[in-house]
T-cell receptor, first 114, second 116 residues
């Protein structure tokens, strides 16, 4: 079945550092890819999406480019802030036969220190 | 913008009792609602998918007898956890999608279920 792999369980950075969180997917065709962010005590918040090869999604300074060749959708931000500390989930959309569902990666906890 | 509310935010129930949780879409029509459970280890499990004018589809390991769902209109869905036990604890999330051709699911804040 479809799956999403996030290799980093936790990333610790200082403010103004460059961020990369790796995301690779396994699915047939061109699934829609998403990044969500989850803060403590909250549900996952939609950040952005992409659905075509080379399409870039972006929001709040975060960005990721859909790469069909490497089956990746890595999250990047040029300069992180302490307020970016949260858990980030890469996900893909699976139309399936029973209705549309979202398959989440395992999440990456980002800790940004001042 | 697309907002999803869930109620209650947190609930505690005794082992063997049941509790109902609600999901409300505001600002858009939720043609499709998905219920997930996020475990204490933060992994997501899809419980069921509910699409307007279609039967509710439950994932393996989840049944209508245990997690009955109601999706009476395009803005509201509810799910009940029947006979809750310790393994049912977690954060129950409602994800709503606007339009059958839209692929983005918007999530509510979740209902955290604690079972004593």
């Amino acid at each position: 079945g479809d799956s999403v792999t996030q290799t980093e369980g936790q990333v610790a950075l200082s403010e103004e550092d460059f961020l990369t969180i790796h995301c690779n997917y396994s699915a047939s065709g061109y699934p829609a890819l998403f990044w969500y962010v989850q803060y403590p005590g909250e549900g996952p918040q939609f950040l952005f999406r992409a659905s075509r090869d080379k399409e870039k999604g972006s929001s709040r300074g975060f960005e990721a480019t859909y790469d069909k060749g490497t089956t990746s959708f890595h999250l990047r931000k040029a300069s992180v802030q302490e307020s970016d500390s949260a858990v980030y989930y890469c996900a893909l959309g699976d139309p399936g036969t029973g209705g549309y569902k979202v398959v989440f990666g395992s999440g990456t906890r980002l800790l940004v220190s001042p | 913008g697309a907002l999803v509310y869930q109620y209650p935010r947190r609930t505690i129930c005794k082992s063997g009792t049941s509790m109902r949780m609600e999901c409300q879409a505001v600002g858009f029509q939720a043609t499709s609602v998905a219920w997930y459970r996020q475990s204490p280890q933060k992994t997501f499990e899809l419980i069921a998918l509910s699409t307007v004018n279609s039967a509710i589809k439950y994932e393996q390991n989840f049944t209508q007898e245990k997690f009955p769902i109601s999706h009476p209109n395009l803005s509201f869905s509810s799910m009940t956890v029947l006979n809750a036990y310790l393994e049912d604890r977690g954060l129950y999330l409602c994800g709503a999608r606007e339009g059958l051709n839209q692929d983005t699911q918007y999530f509510g804040p979740g209902t955290r279920l604690l079972v004593l």
